[in-house]
């Protein structure tokens, strides 16, 4: 029996007459075939991806699994209709955390159509993609039992100045995360999820390695999520932290050079990390909390 | 007395009662200071680098020295006018080969305004700035004493494909670039002007690294020259390869954040660059030398 997922931050979302993913309860995501090129380009990626043998074992884990393509009930009650079966990156997981960041300071490719350029240049310049290399697309952080999470709305956080990402940022990793804007975010959990040999600044380290060389792909528009699970470090225990990527419906071609694009967005994203990491306690002076309670929208409860 | 310099690849050449850039006798070159916000802001930029202290000494060494600046009889007979006065790179060297590679898929900065935007997006669009992270904007290649320099003329070679790029990269540094289109180059110097650990790529590498940190300034429409010395390895010597970062006319405060454009492009010139050095003999299938015999516009005598 497909379901709507629980915790998807960003895209169209199934429910309410609307097509969007569903997931099954063992762990496999449908995503419809969006009806114009995008979703055979997605399909196109995840074909090649899933099948090109140059792409090592430790930087294919950091991408959905791909099952093919299904007929499946769709969620707007159109009927049968063609899905791209994936991994459900929430599958097992309690209460993630959850960041959806689009990288690239230009979602664009060069070969788009020019009305499409022209809209994402648009976008890419009231956004922080153009100034800081990404944009957050998606936010959800579990704050506890009773309060569940805090799941400001997107249009809220796209266009942030390089303060208020960092405090987005720090607000992550925080244990003091909550309704409360006045409170400064306590980076409580940030050696432990972003910092060590296995955490999210090693996975992102690891990435960038592999698109320093790579020059197979060009990923426009695409987002890396970061997950984690909150309870589980506030128990002591490891906080499966880990980063994926999402969204190919723009990846083309590279031919012979490298996506610098998304690299430079990702170094980027890197820096901020680094940063809060080395310097956990530093207050950000320039964006105070206040500055940001416009985005807090609503709360939803969490599942457990 | 000041002359006009020998060996400017790239931008606005004094003569013929033209402005530009003129050189003295003791290694210093004079910049017009331009009457627009271009002037001032360069002048800005080599006032707050040449002061902050946070620019580590092998890093510095890519710069050009500033020593302020003067007053001085313009190159167009307009009679006194304010020049920065900076070291002339081309100093002492005998016949440099050069090329000026313009660095960043993006020339604008998000703040500049609305029609220069438009202007440098064309452009960028237009180039291989936006594919490729990049342009060469200069190029001139000492062949021997009796043929001289190969300059082609810039307009020529801004819109290369990638494989085109590449073959330029390998003219630079081969034995039998000529007149001669129609000779795969056999990129003989390349292990020596790009490689090894005083080379063009260790160069590059250590500028990298800076990029990936500082947040101090932000780099638009900035080149990186490349020179060295092709006699000088031709009779074993060694071959004065170095980079300088040159024209920074449009600098901005980074604010916190990293040059992730700048950064981007100069990681899309070092896979270039390594992919010359670890394999010196592919020669490139889709462009072919005869596609460039266009670009070969006219040549000039070599200094010696």
């Keep these: ?106 979602t664009w490719a060069p070969q788009a159509l020019e009305d499409y350029i022209q809209k994402c240049l648009k976008k890419d310049r009231e956004t922080s993609s153009l100034p800081i290399g990404f944009r957050l697309s998606g936010f959800q952080i579990y704050q506890n039992r009773e309060l569940g999470f805090w799941k400001p709305e997107r249009t809220s956080f796209q266009s942030l100045s390089a303060d208020e990402v960092k405090l987005f940022l720090r607000k992550f990793v925080s244990s003091n995360t909550s309704a409360n804007l006045d409170l400064q975010p306590d980076c409580s959990f940030a050696s432990i999820v972003y910092g060590g040999s296995t955490g999210i600044l090693s996975q992102l380290l690891e990435l960038k390695a592999w698109f320093e060389d790579q020059t197979i792909y060009h990923f426009y528009s695409c987002s890396i999520l970061i997950m984690y699970e909150k309870d589980f470090v ?65 709360f939803e409860n969490g599942t457990s």
Tied chains: 1, 2.
């Design 1 to 106: 029996m497909l379901k709507v997922p629980n915790h998807q931050v960003a895209g169209h979302k199934a429910g309410d007459g609307k097509l969007g993913p569903l997931v099954d309860d063992s762990g496999r995501f449908y995503k419809p075939l969006q009806g114009n090129d995008r979703g055979s380009n997605e399909l196109t990626f995840y074909t090649s991806f899933s099948s090109n043998t140059r792409i090592p074992d430790h930087i294919r884990r950091f991408f959905p699994k791909f099952y093919g393509t299904q007929l499946v009930e769709a969620s707007d009650g159109s009927g049968l209709q063609p899905h791209l079966v994936l991994q459900d990156l929430n599958f097992g997981r309690v209460n993630p955390s959850i960041m959806d960041i689009k990288i690239g300071s230009r």
């Design 234 to 298: 506030s128990n002591g225990k490891i906080p499966c932290a880990e980063i994926k990527l999402i969204d190919f419906a723009h990846v083309y071609e590279g031919k012979g050079v490298i996506d610098h694009n998304f690299l430079g967005g990702l170094c980027s994203l890197i820096k901020f990390v680094s940063e809060i990491i080395t310097t956990p306690d530093e207050c950000t002076t320039e964006a105070s909390p206040k500055d940001i309670q416009k985005n807090q929208i609503y």
